[in-house]
């Protein structure tokens, strides 16, 4: 077994090379990672209250997807599996748009064709995501080949969990973007389960130890320390940036809710596995460690909290009031005009809908 990655041990003792941060963006990373795990206690609240209809939390693994993901560059790109959400708020995504997707609603940029939880935003280069595993790691790899081809500087950073590296799409990826040393990094998020399959029985070997089938260098690090997960994306991009080809980086963290908010995750782990992971709390670990230097204040944590909840309940607040989705984006987007069958089909759809109260009575059907 190969040893991880660590610059903060989990009780914030500064075991490696402090980072080459001022104290104002290390104190950004705190919020930021702060601001995710607010927003996925919020979005829970909901979904159990019957407002919004899917969460898939990261309660636990903050410092995987915060951490690396803030090493990325402006032109980079971010291919999501599930639970990187809030790095795409922290590289840009509008918090009214990420909720205004949660309640799939007339401001979802998706309109409505995504489930609930499956964010997408053209400004942080932050692709719409799929909820079949593994089918973004071809997706990232293609448009990889295609950023080399165009001679740009772009990195593509694929998430993904443990269970995705069973999948045909991480054998696929892995294999074109070894072959052709594609600017690719392929980001492994071991949460210990694979909904409820636990990472032992996922495979005999280690996930790190995978890159070698296909020429690709990985490393194994300590998903819950925010600045190892920092360091090694900030080493793998530079090593892509450079025509050194992809990395596999793989984070060792913990689901500490269900796989989903479908899920009930003591059906098939104990409570005793779940504790020892809490002692390891990445937010903790890093408070610790950035209030012993001086960047954040005894009590500054609470009063952040506060003020990132009025955050986004202001935010929820705002979406809760919007109309839904209009019915016309059923068939909008994929023609330039809107061909007469699919308005016949669209006007009789409309027509069923209104008489039975399905839909806003007045949204209008297109005229033949």
Not at 50 to 57: Q, Y
Not at 74 to 80: A, K, P, Q
Not at 99 to 120: E, I, L, P, S
Not at 122 to 130: A, D, E, L, T
């Amino acid at each position: 077994m190969s040893d991880s990655l660590q610059i903060l041990a989990a009780d914030g003792t500064l075991v490696g090379e402090r980072p080459a941060l001022d104290d104002s963006a290390l104190h950004d990373l705190f919020e930021h990672m702060l601001r995710v795990r607010c927003l996925d206690e919020r979005m829970l609240k909901l979904q159990r209250a019957g407002r919004v209809g899917f969460v898939g939390t990261v309660l636990g693994s903050e410092a995987a997807a915060i951490g690396s993901a803030s090493a990325l560059a402006r032109e980079d790109w971010l291919w999501s599996g599930l639970r990187e959400g809030g790095a795409a708020v922290m590289r840009g995504l509008p918090l009214s748009e990420y909720v205004a997707q949660m309640y799939c609603n007339a401001n979802d940029t998706a309109k409505g064709r995504q489930m609930c939880n499956h964010f997408q935003h053209k400004g942080s280069h932050y692709p719409s995501w799929s909820s079949v595993i593994g089918t973004q790691m071809p997706h990232a790899v293609g448009a990889a080949f295609a950023s080399q081809s165009r001679g740009e500087k772009a990195v593509h950073a694929v998430y993904f969990g443990d269970g995705a590296t069973s999948s045909n799409g991480f054998h696929s990826g892995m294999n074109f973007a070894g072959t052709w040393k594609l600017p690719v990094v392929f980001v492994c998020v071991d949460n210990g389960w694979a909904i409820s399959v636990p990472s032992g029985n996922q495979t005999e070997g280690e996930y790190e130890d995978k890159g070698i089938a296909y020429g690709i260098p990985a490393m194994k690090i300590d998903g819950n320390d925010v600045l190892a997960c920092r360091q090694a994306m900030a080493d793998a991009t530079e090593r892509a940036r450079a025509g050194e080809g992809p990395s596999l980086l793989v984070l060792k963290t913990y689901r500490m809710l269900g796989h989903s908010s479908s899920d009930d995750p003591t059906k098939y782990r104990s409570e005793e596995e779940v504790q020892s992971w809490r002692e390891k709390d990445p937010i903790d670990r890093f408070e610790i460690w950035l209030t012993q230097e001086g960047v954040l204040s005894e009590g500054e944590r609470k009063t952040m909290e506060v003020e990132l909840t009025e955050e986004i309940d202001n935010a929820i607040h705002e979406q809760e009031s919007a109309p839904p989705m209009a019915l016309k984006t059923l068939v909008e987007d994929v023609y330039e005009d809107v061909p007469t069958h699919l308005k016949r089909q669209y006007n009789a759809f409309a027509s069923v809908a209104e008489r039975y109260g399905s839909a806003t009575v007045g949204d209008g059907a297109f005229p033949l």
